[in-house]
């Protein structure tokens, strides 16, 4: 189970205060997928990096599976964003220097490399259309490439919470479509949590539920 309740997230700038997020407050059970719409700005990505414990919120509380991550000591909060959250960036942050199969299994060697992590990394690259790419470094890869090795990557220790930030935002539609169809399926097929900030209708409409985020609120739609 997630949990983020009366989240509020204010920046300190310049210009004072800006209020980001207003109360939000989001719940979705194992299983379930949300997905979030809402203009440039509006906080997307700030809400999921508060729900991801990139970033702590200025006031409020999130929780999955009954843990508050913020309440975590530095080395535990790591190994729990490891082991519970599978995160695709809206700007990919491959490693530049890792090839395509390498940087899916970055997240696979915090506490010893695992078995079977390197199948299942050419499973998980094969299934996003890229077999032909595993030896590729990330700077020869289109946007839309960098997002699936991005999303294989997320998806590698299989966590219970997927925040997805605008994943198919660069592909065409055919790979969109392909793309937004694995991760609207994991949540049921693996009793995952996922969240994903899109503009693509389609990819809102597999979902169980959807909200606009506007004016720092979350709305259901
Ligand atoms: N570190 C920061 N300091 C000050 N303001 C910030 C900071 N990070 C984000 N913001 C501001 O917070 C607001 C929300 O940013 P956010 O990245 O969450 O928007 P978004 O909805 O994801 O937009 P987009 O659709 O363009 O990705 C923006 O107005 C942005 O300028
Ligand atoms: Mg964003």
Redesign the pocket.
């Known amino acids: 189970m997630l949990k983020a309740e009366s989240i509020c997230k204010s920046?300190?700038?310049r210009a004072g205060e800006?209020e980001?997020l207003r109360n939000v407050t989001l719940e979705l059970a194992a299983g379930r997928s949300a997905a979030i719409l809402?203009?440039?700005?509006?906080?997307?990505?700030?809400?999921l990096h508060i729900m991801g414990a990139l970033e702590s919120p200025t006031a409020g509380r999130v929780w999955l599976d009954d843990c508050d991550p913020f309440t975590l000591p530095e080395r535990e909060l790591a190994r729990f964003r490891n082991r519970k959250i599978g995160f695709v960036f809206?700007d990919h942050h491959l490693l530049p220097q890792c090839s395509v199969l390498e940087n899916v299994l970055v997240p696979t060697l915090a506490g010893g490399p695992r078995d079977g992590a390197e199948e299942r990394a050419r499973h998980l690259l094969r299934q996003l259309g890229l077999s032909e790419r595993l030896d590729h470094w990330p700077a020869e890869l289109s946007g839309g490439e960098k997002q699936r090795v991005a999303m294989a990557r997320a998806l590698i220790n299989q966590p219970r919470l997927i925040l997805a930030?605008?994943p198919t935002g660069n592909l065409d539609r055919a790979t969109a479509e392909q793309v937004g169809e694995l991760l609207a399926t994991l949540p049921r097929e693996q009793d995952v949590i996922l969240v994903v900030?899109t503009h693509s209708e389609s990819l809102a409409r597999r979902c169980d539920q959807v909200y606009e985020?506007a004016a720092g609120s979350l709305v259901p739609r």
């Open positions: 920046y300190p700038t800006l980001v809402g203009p440039s700005g509006s906080g997307k990505s700030t809400l809206q930030d605008e900030v985020l």
